[in-house]
């Protein structure tokens, strides 16, 4: 079967076009993939959103003059695509050089333009660099699996085997954080960085089991959206936990990063506040 990434724009020489040019945009299925993890697209077992933030957004107003903004998106969960992210940076450079009358049109047009290759609703967000800095950083919240002093395989696979629960603590609420996520592109190879908390309920999560479960993903060739899925997925079917929410933050790469989340529960969205690695 042909590989639907064969004709996206990533890992390829792409010129930086000197036009507007929305057909850039390409969709990836994300069906595809939640079909190895076991999941129907007509019953997802979570909600959630992938927070996009652009810092190299720039037009130009009605008199020819460079405008900038940082723009967040949101991509509902369960749109039916995720968009390649090289050709969404290629799309947002085609307005470099492209006129509107106003910031508000233009997020009108990247409103639509996403949203119509995503197949959802997508909100969009522009910030001027002063609104962006007062909004600060934050590292996530919760107990810092890193801590704890473990020796690991180096060449170890991910292996959903190493999650388990501690029946003997009873039941609890606990948020975890781990800054060792790392995955890869699944087209490129290039590593992928991420800070990853993880909130439950249900039998207490073996941490050390954790931990080595998160950093045997060091390999693993996922898009950052899937990564995020496959985890909330091996830790629902691992350690049955009543609620479970998981929320990566990657560093930015080509002036974008990407920040999924996914609950099965009425949690909160957050607050997409940058961390320092961000």
């Avoid at 119509?116 to 919760?142: D, F, I, Y």
């Avoid at 699996?145 to 609420?173: C, H």
Wanted: aromatic share 8%; charged share 20%; glycine share 4%.
């Amino acid at each position: 079967m042909k590989n639907p990434l064969d004709q996206a724009p990533l890992g390829k020489n792409s010129l930086t076009p000197n036009q507007y040019s929305p057909e850039i945009l390409f969709p990836i299925s994300r069906s595809i993939n939640r079909q190895l993890l076991g999941i129907q697209e007509d019953s997802l077992p979570f909600f959630g959103i992938d927070i996009w933030n652009a810092y190299e957004l720039s037009w130009l107003n009605s008199k020819g003059k460079p405008q900038i903004a940082i723009a967040s998106f949101m991509v509902p969960a369960n749109s039916p695509n995720i968009i390649e992210s090289k050709s969404w940076k290629l799309y947002l450079n085609s307005l470099n050089n492209h006129s509107f009358a106003s910031a508000d049109e233009l997020a009108s047009v990247l409103k639509r333009d996403l949203s119509k290759v995503a197949g959802a609703s997508v909100n969009v967000q522009l910030h001027s660099p002063h609104h962006q800095s007062s909004l600060g950083m934050q590292e996530l919240e919760g107990e810092l699996l890193d801590r704890l002093d473990i020796e690991i395989n180096p060449n170890q696979l991910p292996d959903a085997s190493l999650l388990s629960v501690d029946s003997t603590l009873g039941m609890v609420e606990q948020c975890l954080v781990s800054h060792l996520l790392r995955s890869n592109c699944p087209v490129t190879g290039q590593p992928d960085w991420a800070s990853i908390q993880i909130k439950y309920a249900g039998l207490s999560i073996n941490e050390e089991g954790l931990l080595r479960y998160l950093i045997s993903l060091r390999e693993h060739q996922e898009f950052h959206e899937h990564c995020v899925e496959k985890i909330f997925m091996d830790i629902k079917e691992k350690c049955r936990p009543s609620k479970l929410s998981v929320y990566a933050r990657y560093t930015r790469r080509g002036g974008i990063d990407i920040n999924p989340f996914r609950a099965d529960y009425n949690a909160e969205w957050p607050d997409n506040k940058r961390h320092s690695r961000q």
